[in-house]
């Protein structure tokens, strides 16, 4: 068949656009693929066109007893403007660690549509190490995103409908927590008034939209471990207060079912390629603030279970992504991280020690010793877990020898192995270092991972618990609203969930100036929200935006098709 | 291969549940059937799934010479809540059609996901003429109407993010028509206010969402001929006024670009196919007041390039829907039918002659003999089109043989063919006779099609042209605001352009008790809008929904998966 023919190309040289990279690079039919490097049979995937395909349900279930590979966690230092490279990284290890010979696999999460046509631009790698089909993984992919907006438009729509055909269970107008989500920057929808025009058209009262990455579904779909889990995790969302102050759940107005069913092909992890022809699952992308910014449970597990290695990321850096991942992603599911490696790079960590975005281009083995206090925090935070890292130094083509030195030294001094990565240019080739020091650790066993607080902790003491071990806070102070709200969630019955910390991602503290390794601070708690059906309570620190905004002049104006009708714009 | 195995199934009886017998039926993998029955590579396919694909723009293309098959054009009487049976007797049509050895395929509108969740139900046919596989076809289908809401959003977001930065293009915020969609029932959101809360969060105004089918994007999607005529058309569309009133479009402020990029996909016909394996593309579904009510010209076309007979249908009665079939999409195309069947039942007939729902299980060729006007209207109407429909009566269990006698009668009067149909019960056999008629019909020769109307007719006077010819009315009202839209459209050079009446589709006048066949009424026309993208002038005749709301117990709270994931509730 003619698809199947393959042709060693020649891609475009380095620093090109992504997407011209993306679409020099041949695709490998995914039905062979998934045949000959993972064993699956055609069967067992739902192609969406010739080169993605979702894995069926029912296949995964098959594969409940099979052996188990081990789990590499991807995670960062504090994000800054420079870029760290995480998803570029992942996707670059996996291509390296199947060039020495393992059978490895990547798992990321879904890029959202809304920032595409802001200014974020696409999610899916850079440079020789990204995942293809580029164009639709970064568009409407297959469908995971819209069906989430479908479910979460559903139960709004049902919850307004209760209230105007006579409101049988007593629901608080004023008091409905449950929000319209659309997957767009849409400033003009944070705050709005619903249900004007009269008798006829509902109930008026106040609300408004956040981006769909912000939905608790999407949260739910991410951890869900299969379908009778989802609609369970579905009914017990927390959608309002009766004027009894009593919780109403999804179940409750019956809204689960449907809900469920809409969301049913979604659960399906995502089956696309590297541009190295390797496996990867893209599948969920819950936000890293007010969710715990993981792709889903079912790709991670089902990954484990198809492949000798699995390398995945959390979002943001290691404080908030890596102890999201371990104490809620690993606690709730049982997985465990064998290997963690730390993406640093030399840019991102001038920036820690003070250099500003336009001054990069110059060496500065000085900055970067200030701000290398970033990364040693970072690996002794990830050391309290149990584990210690591999650094992975993204290198970019200005950094100098003494600037890499110094990450070497320190990297030396806590015990963690320190490889340079240069993926983005080679592709799988520049990062076998990597790779080499991930086989490694793994060859060396799987080290004890413990999770930062117990269970039955009381709410308040996890977020104390984060702030000392994690964010190195001095206090935390507690709104009174916040201090009320996780009373009643413990008097409810939940006060056993882990917390999810929502707080700004560029600083251990909330204060996004501060950099490099600050501590002795107070973390401020806002408010605390409970995402029942997710299973977490969510601690608000700061302003959290679930629904970003445009940029004066968005990325959308310059994306149009060319005469050829193929995509152009789209970074 | 496995799925390549067909076995010959013992469907459950007629009368058991639609969605029993859809899946009780074997499917044939898409790509096999497109092969064979079609003579379409499977290069020219994008698979979703094993059973549904999108059949490629370049292929497409690529069959522009090819030599053209005849266009049947199913419509019917005026609807009644007893049901017609419209696009039953579209797949049950083309199904007999094969059977007796035509080489038949038939285009369809796409369901819309929120009436599934009201009480509508799905819309893939009924009984033994159904297009499969029914569940994906009533929810996410192949992600189309998800595209087009996700290109409307994306054009408001732009809209109120161009407020927000300064307005360059001097928009007045008071006359912004572009409202928001979502494909869910939802009547809160009808009447909303959007950019509350502050400076940094928009511009306070007024507006609404409307369901996602009542977007001028869908019917644009329906009329588009190239990925090049959408995205003109995308630019097309008048989003606002200025402050000196001249209209702004998308293109104005640049979002016709990322809009076409989203529906890139969409533009692409969906591929199915009927209990009796017969293809079917399932494409687009405008709704057929506001818009124009026909599945997608994309798919009419390729349809033709492929197949000797195509077999299509349009929204609500003849007078709605044929005439807009006529006028709006075989004008824009350059299409025209070769025959048209014109759908009847006995018990609508009773309705229209004054029945209650209640009461149609007893003979009345008395009340038929009232209702049949309604019919005798629908033929005279056609007629005046240059051409006689084939009638099919579609048969129910409880038909008495003097009721039918009734209609054949009339039939025989006016020089049309009568059928009665049985492909509910039967399947394809049960509509080989009609087939018989519809293949005679073909054999005569093409008819002379006379457009309604010309093209350089004033706006007035195509309005008055449709209620006096069609709507037989005495004299048409136009409000003042109707009035001065029009004479505007006008002068802004839009007077060429076809009218689509949005008026209530159960009588020929605006009143929808008013049935039978009213002559000497009066057509008020409240309100015109343009359509400028789409490229028609919509022509308001009383409240026209462009939200439903859902009933007090809506269908999705019994609509769930059962212990092995299947869906269960769906109508």
Redesign the interface.
Known sequence: ???DIMIEEELPPPGSPDIDIARAASMRPIVALADDRLGVP??AL?????YKAKLS?DYIASKAEAPKGKLVLVTAVTPTPAGEGKTTTSVGLNDGLNRIGLNSMVCLREPS?GPC?GMKGGAAGGGRAQVIPMEDIN??FN?DF??I??AH??L???I??HL???NEQDIDPRRIVWR?V????????????????GV????PR?TGFDITVASEIMAILCLATD?ADL?RRLGDIIVARRHDKSPVTARDI?????M???L??ALQPNLVQSIEHNPAFIHGGPFANIAHGCNSVMATKAALSLCDVVVTEAGFGADLGAEKFLDIKCRQSGLRPDAVVLVATVRALKMQGGVAKKDLGDSSPEAVERGVANLRRHIENLQKFGVTPIVALNHFVLDSDEEIAVVQQVCDELGARCTVAKHWAEGGVGAEELAQAVKDQLDQGTPEINLLYPDDAPLKTKVETVAREIYRAAHVDFSSAASRSLDEFSKLGYGHLPVCIAKTQYSFSTNPKSTGAPEGHTLEVREARLSAGAGFVVIVCGDIMTMP??P?R?A??????DGN?D?V??A
């Not at 659309?182 to 025009?197: F, P, T």
């Not at 019956?254 to 449907?258: I, N, S």
């Open positions: 068949m003619a698809l055609a069967e739902i192609p969406f066109g010739h349900l549509l046509f568009l409407h469908g819209h069906a907006t479908s438009s559903l709004a729509a049902i307004d409908n105007q055909w006579g319209r659309v997957d767009m920057n849409d400033r003009a929808l944070r705050n709005i008034n619903v249900g004007l025009g006829a058209h509902g109930i106040e379908l609609q019956e809204a689960d079912g449907a469920a069913v809409l049913k092909d905004g445009l004066k968005p959308a104006l310059d994306i149009g098709l009708g995509i714009g789209l």
